[in-house]
């Protein structure tokens, strides 16, 4: 199955300072999806892409899905306090299992 | 909206003993995920199910099982308990296989 690497780890960010998350997936995906877990919270579904070089945004945040379909990205624009949590990428392959990448953990600083 | 139910929400148990972890999903899903997590890493696949078959297996020892039922609830049988198997186990459900899991808000399982 396929192997979902992300970066970074932790991303320290000054409020209203944009930022971007990067996943790599080992294979080519069906799919990739994002998740925002809050501290002691649940894993929240974002946003799925599909269809290669798809972009798609929801206010500040704007995803990517690359060209082969094995990378994608997330950009913050102007962060808020409200971002702060763990980012997940999950990448979804022909066996439909959905392997989580390490996560991005967000702080912010006022 | 009805989520993803998980119970219970919290469980102590001690090393060699046995835990099972309930999870209704959202009515007309027909997969459902489990997943492990432990403390700041990222949600490791256990099994999921679709429509009440084993769909597909990951990184869950030869200890755990899970089953799906005619009424679509999944359960988690743990045994031989270790320390290392605490963790938080989400529960997650999906409409179709290829679009977004609702996850349920976790068990908590500790064990000492």
């Known amino acids: 199955g396929q192997q979902v690497m992300q970066i970074p780890q932790y991303q320290h960010v000054q409020e209203g300072e944009d930022f971007t998350t990067y996943c790599n997936s080992s294979?080519?995906?069906?799919?990739i999806q994002w998740y925002k877990q809050r501290p002691g919270g649940h894993p929240v579904f974002l946003i799925q892409?599909?269809?290669?070089?798809e972009v798609k945004k929801q206010k500040r945040l704007t995803f990517q899905f690359g060209e082969a379909k094995k990378n994608s990205s997330l950009h913050i624009t102007a962060t808020q306090t409200t971002d702060v949590g763990t980012y997940f990428c999950?990448?979804?392959?022909?066996?439909?299992?959905?392997?989580f990448g390490a996560g991005t953990t967000v702080t912010v600083r006022a | 909206a009805a989520g993803v139910i998980q119970s219970p929400r919290h469980l102590i148990k001690e090393k060699r003993e046995t835990a099972t972890l309930k999870c209704y999903p959202i009515?007309?899903?027909?997969?459902v995920y489990w997943y492990q997590q432990g403390p700041g890493q990222d949600p490791q696949f256990l099994i999921s199910f679709y429509e009440k078959m084993q769909s597909d297996k990951g990184s869950i020892p030869d200890r755990f099982s899970a089953q799906q039922f005619s009424d679509y609830h999944s359960e988690l049988n743990m045994s031989s308990l270790e320390l290392g198997d605490s963790a938080l186990y989400f529960c997650a459900s999906s409409p179709s296989s290829d679009t977004e899991a609702f996850f349920g808000q976790g068990t908590r399982l500790t064990v000492v």
């Open positions: 009515p007309r899903h027909d997969t």
């Open positions: 294979t080519t995906l069906s799919n």
């Open positions: 892409l599909v269809k290669s070089g």
């Open positions: 999950a990448g979804q392959g022909v066996d439909y299992k959905l392997s």
